[in-house]
Structure formats: C-alpha cells, structure tokens
C-alpha cells in the first residue's frame, strides 16, 4: 500500500506532499490513485524540491488520464511552456489572461471537456510577484445559504476567450477581436454537479453574461459570487522556487498568478490531465 504524506497548506484549499521523488512517481503503481484521490480533498497539492524534468513530467500526468499534446512551444510533447516572453512562447500575450482569476478550458475549440488536473513545474520564477494562487469552487458552493443555492440552481452562464481577454486588453485592434471571435463561445450551467455529487461554481474570467438576466444585474451576481469564492482567507498563495511542481484540480478549484514583468525570467512548464466529465 502507498503511503503519501499529506499536509494540509490553506484553509480552504492546498496540501503538501511529502516523500515523494522522481522515482516514485514513475514506479510506485499506487500513486496515481493516491494523488487523485488527494487532489479530490485538496485541490491543489505541491511536491517541493522535485526536481521533475519535463519527461518524468509527461510520464506521470499519462499514468493519471489522457495528457493533452497540441504544441506547447517546447520540444516535449506534452509540455505546454508558460511565459509571458514572446520569444520563448509566440502566444505569450495571451497568458496575460491568466493574471485573472479563471478554469482553464471552459471554452474548449472541439467540444472538449474542460481539463480534469494541470500540472506546473518552475523552471524560473520571477523576481516580483508571480505567484500561483488558488480557491476552492467546491467550497464556494457549500457556502452558499439555501436561498442562494435556488437563486442559482438552474442559471446559465455564456463563457467566451472574448470575456478574458477583454479584462487584459479593453481595447482590442479589429484584427485581435476578430481572433478572439474565431473561438467559441459555451454556455454552461452555473453550478457544476459532479459525477461524485459534490457541487461546485463554475465562476471565472471567462464569465461574459447569464442567460436571460440584465447585463448588470448577472455581472453584480458573478461579481459577488467570485468575491466571497477567493476572498483572501480562502485562498491558497504558491509562492515558487524553482524544482517545484504543484498540480490542481481544474474540476473544483479556480486560479490565477499574480502580476509578473513580462520582461522576468519566469518560466513554468504546464502539462494538462484532459478531462473526461462536462460541466453538467
Ligand atoms: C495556466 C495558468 C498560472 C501561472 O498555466 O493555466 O493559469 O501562475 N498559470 O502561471
Ligand atoms: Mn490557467
């Protein structure tokens, strides 16, 4: 039987995991379920001092579920690199989006599900800022009163590239909205009930409006919702050294890194779990 050491890091979401090496992650066969099933309690787990080289890294996400290989702008498949560099990655303007709270793939191009679990590991943190933060959507839910909860139980919610991107750059050239616009739009209900039964919000950057309700009106609810959702007591800060790995679950939790200079060194390699659940 494995044993895998969990401590607990935040209130609401975060755990460190002890004892784990490279090795381990490659030949222990129970470790995959144990991290999954941490990852269900937790959230977000980090592995400090790992080491893990983008391999290894590929390696284990494969051994917890099908690990997306569209090209990442590095020479592993399997590893998507994360800088705001646009010399190391052509996209980098983009990945602005993520100073903003969000789920990553909520707006998937091919009918996709969002993703089940993402993966960084810190090859070079930033002088400044930078760090990874994340909040429970499980718990956003749970603490909703029972009037709230029927408030919101059947509201659904339109999910654009368009509504995060507008929050880095209100004023797109013609060319950079019509980009955009080539992505599609999704809508999704707003409580999210997982196969498990567990609940959870789906709340984010990519947010642009609920069905049928007054612009203002869904934007002060979602507004509200995403403000209790991360308030600062309820939420995890990672802050990087390089070697690190930290992984969470996209299913129930929501994240964003703190602001960077685009012109730092930080660079993190990102490798997705795909997901295998719709928001339903
Ligand atoms: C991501 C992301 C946050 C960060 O890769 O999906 O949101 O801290 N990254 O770089
Ligand atoms: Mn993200």
Known sequence: M???TVERLGRGAGAEILGVDRDRLM???????AVMEALEAHGVLVFRDLGLDPETQVAFCRRLGDVDTSPGHHP????????LDTSKNSSAGYLRATFDWHIDGCTPADGAYPQKATMLTA????DSGGETEFASTYAAYDDLTDRERERVAALRVVHSLEASQRLVTPDPTAEQLAAWRRRPVKEHPLVWTHRSGRRSLVLGASTDHVVGM???EGRALLGDLLGRCTAPERVYRHEWSVGETVIWDNRGVIHRAAPYDPASPREMLRTTVLGDEPIQ
């Open 2 to 4: 494995t044993v895998i």
């Open 27 to 33: 030949t222990d066969g129970t470790l995959p379920g």
């Open 76 to 83: 592993v498949e399997g590893i998507y690199r994360v800088s």
């Open 123 to 126: 090859r070079a943190v930033a």
């Open 214 to 216: 007054p612009p203002d």
